[in-house]
């Protein structure tokens, strides 16, 4: 007895392509060959680069600092020493001879009813004090407060209009009228302003 043939189906040709095609894609790499996933790949590999390139120079950035001991890690910085000047509690050290004028002057006026409050940061504040910001009347000012530091309460007096403390007339004119001619009237009590005869204006 012959064995019967097994009947074998046939596939259609289209399908049989789009199957070899199938195989062949995945069998070579999907990765290779799906443009999305190239594309994916290219993306990522130009964010990879980006970002360690940011972080370079970061690093880079950064070096200066951490050779100045800018970041905290020097011990003996000046940071590191608390001071008692000013509202800030720092005072730089050109500035000490006026920190210590303004000690003596906010002692003495203390006994003025007029006396600034606080009066010793608004003392270092006005050696900030200008007309215009391309004028400075700091050297002024300091050589102002040098000379009254070393007046006694009777010396001074509280402005007429304003009531805030200012030399009485004769003290210290020289170094008064330099300083009130440099702020100008805009912000020297109007009792200098006039004492100085306006500045010549």
Not at 62 to 69: M, S
Not at 171 to 180: E, H, L, N
């Amino acid at each position: 007895m012959h064995t019967p043939l097994r009947s074998r189906a046939r596939v259609p040709p289209t399908l049989r392509a789009n199957g070899e095609r199938d195989a062949r894609f995945f069998g070579q790499g999907m990765a290779r060959e799906h443009p999305s996933i190239v594309l994916m790949q290219r993306c990522d590999s130009i964010l990879v680069r980006a970002f360690r390139r940011q972080l370079v120079l970061a690093a880079v950035a950064l070096l200066p600092a951490l050779a100045a001991g800018a970041l905290g890690c020097s011990s003996n910085s000046a940071a590191d020493t608390p001071s008692d000047g000013g509202a800030s509690g720092a005072v730089a050290s050109g500035d000490s001879d006026l920190d210590q004028a303004c000690t003596a002057v906010c002692a003495t006026q203390s006994a003025l009813a007029c006396a600034a409050s606080p009066c010793h940061a608004t003392c270092l504040a006005n050696a900030s004090v200008t007309a215009s910001v391309t004028t400075s009347c700091k050297a002024e000012y300091e050589a102002m407060m040098q000379c009254a530091s070393s007046l006694a309460a009777a010396k001074w007096q509280c402005s007429s209009d304003e009531n805030v403390p200012e030399l009485s007339d004769g003290q210290c004119t020289a170094s008064v009228c330099a300083w009130t001619c440099c702020v100008t009237d805009l912000h020297a009590p109007s009792d200098l302003w006039a004492r100085c005869n306006d500045c010549g204006q």
